[in-house]
């Protein structure tokens, strides 16, 4: 049924009239003038509307091509072949050494980020001082020196090889001395290669010195028991320790292993034993230690040897000759004290003292072996080698220098210019030393005084190897190619003792196969291979002898009171110190470290002649007055600051500053306090007598914190005593029947739900030691701007976890003196004791800050966190004024590219050691504490792959991570079993300022002091 | 709205002789209708280099940020929030003038209801340029407003009494704005009849073409009542929202409930004192005695003395809450205002609201312009200083003596606050060149029944109580602009 059908358009189409062919031969049927608008006047009319359009269209055409400037472009070009152990966002970690530590050094892409503690670390367990944190950051330090160097000027490798090679076999002809000049050295493969180097060039001795020394102990020990050695301390199994200014959980030899063999006897677990050490500190500044003493003495440094001599008396029964009775009532009474608890500790005691006097510790290893303490509470089999250095030695090599006896001096990580008392004698000296080679890879004070300067790689590049304690050896290995074009110094003294192994790895290696892998049972490659990754072996320790002291003491109490006689001379005794941010100074170019606020005095940048109270006012000074000191045919200016606990009569400061060419960040930073050293005995003394004058001038310090006293505020601060604790577990934290249940009638908040975790944190104030080493792995971990000592003093340090330090005094031994105003009216400021809170975001539950944002840019978290987004924050800082707790931290400044903070965040180089997990904050952001969100996440997720629950232990916060002490505890409240559960279920528990109703999610627990009420 | 007739023991609201309409619109116009004088250039060049210092501190603080200021970690505002609120405070007076005593039919407004409303809103715009400048990240000044937005769910914070405070100012400001202009609308038709050229046309815009038919002034006079009306609970509420930015917070200090009643008062004594320490130059220097009178000035005086008390015994109940409360850092905190690092500002706060102010029980006192006039910039000085021992008294030492803090001012923070003045001195001089300082209209309304001439005239007519009469005579001795002796005759 096809359809025929034709459809027409019109009768024309239908009849095919002649008109309508015409026009359907054209697609128009009315024809266009184009034509005529092409040739008429059309075009050549005034702007027609084609000229409109093309104008427009090349007007539009050209503005978009002009806007198209080429943005710079910055490839980013992936692996093409995998580095099979680097997978990007994975952290990996190697096993390594620092100090003496078993260390893990964390890198991601290949970069080392961050130091954490080797869990199995026989030292310290994990823990890891300030120092060891930072020193991730002197890596990337610019200023490092990039390549080897002859007077100043750049040398290649090939050439200084040559030059020195030449020089050596010249000298080794001509028959001088050769001398290596270190500090203490603990690396038995770099001593090894010291040996050979000495068995090419006989002529060479290797000189030890620390410039902090240990000398006195040393010689000591020679003495009393004819083994020169550093005795290895065990704090842990002493029931009655006490100090003579040593500062052992500051900087006394091994602080971060010390700490926690002292907190093992005062932390929640020995308390719920109903055990707790007592500790009694006599010193002259206040040090860490003295802070968390049960009972401080102030004596000045000439008054130490007497009350060590009285001391000796009162616990062997007899009278050294010469004995005179102390002054110093209080000490007086207290030595009688002392002396009775160690005598019934016996076994359990211990003395320390910090002095480097020869006879000072003669005298203490006589009461010591009085007390029973050799094998039990110190060790002379196992000995300490952190520092072996000999200061007789070094003062010997000065002169050997100064007659023109030494052709060849090598420094390896020595700084005599620096921080030997007398500084001219040595850059004097090296004038006649014909060849001068520093491996510093810093051109630092002696290193510019050398000819060549040999940069040595950072630890972070190195192979190596480490023996901290005898039988202890750890495994140092690099863990990025070396930066610069740097070489170990071992390797370099290879090369120029032409060793047959050229290479330092290879040397390393074969110190191992043959001497050490076999001390901890391993063997071969795969033997190596578990050190590499186990980070060290422990051989089978030597049996603990007990020594007995059976010398004559009379020589000894006589010297010991000539230099107290001496030290007594009516001016003002000088106490040198170390601070537990810059130690001896060596890493002065550390921000991270110069930021650290001083425990006890909360300075940063800065050191200062601490003064006490009383002396204070006496003297009419004020803080910051800059005072002259002078003695010992030197002077410094420095400004003075009142500090609680300094003995009346003595002022304390720290070695470690006035660093001049340690770069720019440690540069002029303090005055350098080490030509006030002076030799007595064959040792360097670290006191002396001086005299004051003001200068002034005012210079003010830049404290974190001024305000030293909590103000009767026991809702922030809770202590209690031992006796009291012995009672009532709860005693002091206001739990009881009298407890307010402040959530009780909550009529305005909503409970968050935990569902699944409930972050929280408990915090021991027992435990903690105030030693800052959280501080700057948060720092470290968080990426947290340092912003200098300008801004510091202007109260604006970006710290999320400080430690806060309250002084309370004691008025007639009653105790607890903290307001201001009672404090002014006190006559006697010397018996202050101490307090340490570290303090973080809360992360309350009913936050105050989060209500307040208006933009919604601090919420809560279904995990009981307080987030904190930096992308949405307007900064009005209400949130950190609504803070109960001010721990919220305001980017004033963009600390990252504002010329006037020109610190190490502006510089590419140094920008990779940030991590990369956590955000960098724009200014006018908010900041604080996240509670380590990205580690959190990290745990989680690595439990989600492997199917599983977040197990307790899983994730480290990096402030807990570090804690030597073990103070901090971090994990899931919903968890019943986990420790911190279990750590707040402590009787001890309080939540600081808990009234307000805010839900912390910190508990804190009742510091203890181990004393009887009455006793002052 | 004006009475017909009025009591003779009232005080007359305009003196002088041969008071007409015409001479009210010329002496009220004469400065916007005339090149200004030297006194207006050297107050315009000292207002607009203040104005420059202030752009030039703000511009600091913009491109380098907040550190520019003296804040830190434990006071977190300072000068810009004490700045803020201080302004807010003298914005308050403007409103209540022109709605609430225009509720109250006190007809002595309309002197000052005009330059009053023009100093609210230049206040309330100094008090703004704060709320931006203090922010961390001024460009996302916009982000506390619940604008639809595409960055994903975000919304703003309805439980923060900023959010509340964003509300509360930008409806203080647009409601005075309204009110203000609809006020002047009359005024710009009498000055646009008066105009010719470019002026003319200006003003011709201006004033939304007036005119002036009896159904234009009844809309005008309704317009009026139902913008007081709304007007009214913005003088309450404004300030009121402003103290729950510190109320509903925590900081021992701020976190008290006499506060929204404790600030209104605030807020309006100083700003009566801020209409004070104006209007008694402006009156001098542009001849308007005639028209701001001694009654204006000794009824703002009474308002201060009243304002000032109130604020005094809510002083008092702080401190008494404090102890009674029993709370130990609200009791530091207030300790801590006679007895710590900040006791001079304490001391100038409660020296300056509370004693300096009961001086103004004293008529003579009262009507003493100098001494008013120092009373006036005293009080703006003390409100200064509630403002900065509130904020930043309460915040350097709050609960954890280990973040107390001290707070500096740096070159900044005083050029901000500097800057602030002369950027507000230098609206209202330019202002009182353009609009008439005093809403002419509503002068002219009571012209008939509150003069002195037209008391003369009741005088002159006699039958009057003679005791009023002499009361009469006794009150105007203290007016400057009139001649006494004219009385002796009747």
Redesign the interface.
């Known amino acids: 049924m096809d359809s025929n059908k034709k459809y027409w358009k019109g009768l024309e189409e239908l009849n095919k009239t002649p008109e309508f062919v015409e026009k359907n031969k054209h697609e128009f049927a009315e024809p266009i003038p184009i034509e005529e608008v092409l040739t008429g006047g059309g075009l050549g009319g005034k702007t027609p509307r084609r000229d409109f359009l093309k104008a427009l269209g090349f007007g539009v055409g050209a503005v978009t091509l002009a806007a198209c400037q080429k943005v710079p472009v910055h490839k980013s070009i992936p692996y093409l072949i995998k580095p099979e152990e680097v997978t990007p966002g994975v952290a990996n970690y190697y096993a390594s050494t620092f100090e003496g530590h078993a260390i893990l050094v964390k890198t991601r892409e290949g970069r080392p980020i961050k130091i954490e503690g080797n869990p199995h670390d026989l030292l310290s367990k994990g823990g890891l001082s300030g120092q060891a944190q930072a020193s991730v950051l002197d890596l990337y330090d610019v200023n490092r020196l990039k390549n080897s160097m002859r007077d100043g000027g750049d040398y290649g490798w090939g050439q200084t090889d040559g030059f020195i090679k030449s020089e050596l076999a010249a000298i080794k002809a001509g028959g001088k001395k050769i001398r290596i000049v270190s500090s203490t050295i603990t690396s038995p493969s770099t001593l090894a290669v010291i040996a050979d180097f000495i068995t090419q060039f006989p002529t060479t001795k290797h000189v030890a010195y620390d410039a902090v020394s240990y000398t006195g102990i040393i010689q000591a020990n020679q003495n009393s028991f004819n083994k020169a050695v550093l005795p290895h301390y065990y704090f842990d199994k002493a029931d009655v320790i006490v100090s003579f200014g040593a500062d052992f959980l500051g900087t006394w030899i091994s602080p971060a292993e010390f700490i926690r063999q002292y907190v093992q006897n005062r932390n929640n677990k020995s308390l719920q034993n109903k055990k707790m050490s007592r500790h009694i500190q006599f010193e002259t500044g206040m040090s860490v230690t003295g802070t968390n003493a049960d009972v401080r003495i102030p004596i000045k440094p000439s008054e130490e040897g007497l009350a060590l001599v009285a001391l000796y008396n009162a616990i062997s029964g007899t009278t050294l000759p010469g004995t005179k009775p102390l002054k110093n009532n209080i000490a007086d009474k207290a030595i009688a004290i002392v002396a009775k608890e160690l005598v019934a500790a016996k076994g359990k005691a211990l003395v320390v003292a910090g002095s480097n006097d020869v006879a000072t510790q003669v005298l203490v290893n006589a009461i010591n072996s009085q007390l029973g303490s050799y094998g039990t509470t110190i060790d002379l089999d196992n000995p300490s080698l952190q520092y072996s250095g000999n200061d007789a030695g070094l003062v010997e090599f000065v002169n050997e220098m100064k007659r023109g006896e030494v052709d060849a001096v090598f420094f390896l990580n020595a700084n005599p210019v620096y921080d030997y008392y007398n500084s001219k004698d040595v850059t004097d000296g090296l004038k006649k030393v014909r060849l001068k080679v520093s491996f510093s890879d810093h051109a630092d004070e002696t290193a510019s005084a050398c000819n060549i300067i040999a940069p040595n790689h950072y630890y972070l590049e190195s192979w190596g190897d480490d023996n901290a304690i005898e039988g202890y050896y750890t495994i140092l290995q690099p863990t990025i190619n070396p930066v610069y074009d740097t070489r170990q110094a071992e390797h370099s003294l290879l090369i120029w003792s032409e060793n047959p192994v050229k290479d330092y790895y290879t040397y390393v290696r074969k110190n191992w196969d043959a001497n050490l892998l076999a001390k901890g049972g391993l063997s071969g490659q795969s033997g190596w291979e578990t050190l590499l990754q186990t980070g060290f072996v422990k051989a089978a320790e030597n049996p603990k002898g007990t020594y007995t002291f059976g010398r004559d003491l009379n020589a000894v109490a006589q010297t010991i009171l000539d230099h107290s006689d001496l030290l007594a001379d009516g001016k003002v005794e000088l106490q040198l110190y170390q601070t537990v941010a810059m130690r001896d100074g060596k890493k002065a170019n550390n921000p991270w470290l110069q930021e650290l606020p001083d425990p006890v005095s909360k300075v940063t940048w800065d050191n200062f002649a601490a003064v006490s109270p009383t002396d204070m006012k006496n003297w009419g000074y004020e803080d910051g007055d800059v005072v002259k000191i002078d003695g010992n045919n030197y002077s410094i200016t420095l400004p003075v600051l009142s500090q609680p606990g300094q003995t009346q009569g003595t002022i304390s400061v720290a070695v470690g500053y006035g660093r001049t060419l340690a770069g720019p960040v440690g540069d002029n930073v303090g005055k350098n306090a080490f030509p006030f050293h002076s030799l007595r005995n064959g040792t360097f003394q670290t006191t002396a007598t001086v005299s004051l004058t003001k200068t002034g001038d005012n210079s003010p310090l830049s404290q974190t914190q001024t305000h030293h006293s909590i103000e009767g505020r026991n809702s922030i601060i809770k202590e209690a005593t031992f006796t009291e604790y012995l009672k009532n577990p709860a005693a002091r934290t206001g739990k009881g029947k009298d407890h307010k249940d402040y959530n009780e009638n909550n009529l305005f908040w909503q409970d968050y739900d935990h569902p699944q975790y409930n972050w929280v944190m408990a915090i021991d104030l027992n435990a903690c030691t105030g030693c800052g080493a959280c501080v700057v792995a948060c720092s470290a971990e968080n990426n947290v701007p340092v912003v200098g000592k300008a801004e510091v003093g202007r109260r604006r340090e970006m710290h999320w976890i400080r430690i806060d330090r309250y002084y309370s005094f004691d008025d007639n031994g009653q105790g607890g003196v903290t307001k201001e105003k009672e404090i002014a009216r006190l006559e006697d400021l010397d018996h202050v004791r101490v307090v340490y809170q570290p303090m973080l975001c809360q992360h309350c539950d009913h936050a105050p800050c989060e209500t307040v944002c208006p933009v919604l840019a601090t919420v809560h978290s279904s995990e009981g966190l307080n987030h904190m987004a930096y992308n949405r924050c307007v900064g009005t800082r209400y949130c950190a004024n609504n803070c109960p707790y001010k721990v919220r931290r305001f980017n004033w400044f963009n600390y990252w590219n504002d010329a006037r903070f020109e610190n190490y965040l502006q510089n590419d180089h140094t920008l990779l050691v940030l991590n990369p997990d956590v955000v960098t904050r724009f200014r006018g952001v908010m900041e604080k504490c996240s509670m380590c969100i990205q580690r959190i996440q990290a745990g989680k997720l690595k439990a989600k792959i492997e199917k599983r629950a977040v197990r307790d232990g899983d994730i480290k916060v990096a402030c807990q991570q570090t804690c030597p002490a073990n103070a901090i505890v971090f994990g899931n409240a919903n968890d019943p079993n986990s420790e911190v559960s279990k750590a707040l279920a402590s009787e001890r528990t309080y939540y600081v300022l808990e009234e307000l109703g805010v839900q912390p999610g910190i508990g804190y627990q009742v510091k203890i002091r181990n004393i009887s009420e009455t006793e002052a | 709205m004006a009475a017909h007739s009025e009591s003779i023991i009232r005080e007359p609201l305009i003196t002088g002789k041969d008071i007409t309409y015409a001479k009210i619109t010329n002496d009220i116009l004469r400065p916007v209708e005339n090149m200004p004088g030297r006194a207006w250039w050297i107050g315009f060049t000292i207002a607009s280099l203040g104005a420059s210092l202030w752009v030039f501190a703000v511009s600091w603080t913009f491109w ?4 520019e200021w ?5 006071v ?2 300072a000068w810009d929030i004490t700045g803020f609120v201080w302004w807010v405070g003298i914005g308050h007076a403007g409103t209540l003038i022109s709605a609430i005593l225009l509720l109250f039919r006190q007809n002595w407004r309309n002197s000052i209801n005009r330059s009053a409303e023009a100093m609210t809103i230049f206040a309330v715009i100094c008090a703004a340029t704060y709320v931006v400048s ?5 460009w ?2 916009y ?2 407003l619940p604008l639809p937005n595409q960055f994903g769910s ?4 309805f ?5 509340w405070d ?1 509300f509360a100012i930008s409806t203080y400001f647009s409601v005075s704005l309204v009110f203000w202009y609809t006020g002047l609308l009359p005024d710009l038709a009498t000055i646009r009849d008066r105009a010719t050229g470019i002026r003319r046309k200006i003003y011709s815009v201006c004033s939304f073409g007036w005119t002036g038919s009896v159904k234009t002034w009844q809309r005008f006079e309704t317009v009026c009542l139902i913008l007081a009306g709304i007007s009214t609970p913005l003088v309450l509420s404004v300030h009121t929202i402003v103290s729950m ?1 510190f109320a ?4 021992p200090g701020w976190h008290t409930t006499i506060f929204p009643p404790y600030f209104v008062a605030g807020a309006i004594f100083s700003g009566f004192a801020m209409v004070q320490t104006l209007l008694l130059v402006t009156r001098k220097v542009l001849g308007l005695e005639n028209y701001i009178t001694m009654f204006h000035i000794e009824a703002m005086n009474k308002i201060i003395l009243l304002t000032g008390s109130i604020v005094g015994v809510a002083y008092l109940t702080e401190f008494f809450i404090a102890y009674y409360s029993g709370g ?2 609200e009791q ?1 905190t207030f300790l801590n205002r006679f ?1 710590g690092p900040y006791w001079w500002a304490g001391c100038m706060m409660y020296g300056c609201n509370v004693l300096m102010t009961q001086l103004m029980w004293f008529k003579k006192i009262r009507t003493n312009i100098p001494i008013s006039w120092v009373l006036s910039i005293v009080v703006n000085i003390g409100m200064w200083f509630e403002r900065f021992v509130i904020i930043v008294t309460s ?1 350097h ?10 707070f ?1 001012p740096t070159w900044v923070d005083m050029s901000v606050f500097i800057g602030s003045l002369g950027v507000f001195f230098t609206l209202f001089l330019l202002f009182i060149r353009v609009f008439p300082s005093i809403a002419m209209a509503e002068v002219k309304l009571i012209l008939k029944s509150s003069s002195e001439q037209a008391k003369k005239k009741l005088l002159q007519h006699g039958g009057l109580d003679q005791e009023q009469v002499e009361f009469y005579k006794e009150a105007l001795v203290p007016f400057d602009s009139v001649e006494i002796a004219d009385y002796e005759k009747l």
């Open positions: 380098y940020g907040i550190g003296g804040l830190n970690k434990t977190g505002w203090h922010m961390g990240r001024p996302l000044a982000w506390p975000i919304w703003v914070n439980n923060s009494p900023l959010v964003v930015d509903t917070s925590l900081e130990e850092y530091y007895i915040l030492r709050d609960f954890v003596p280990s973040s107390w803090a001290m500096y």
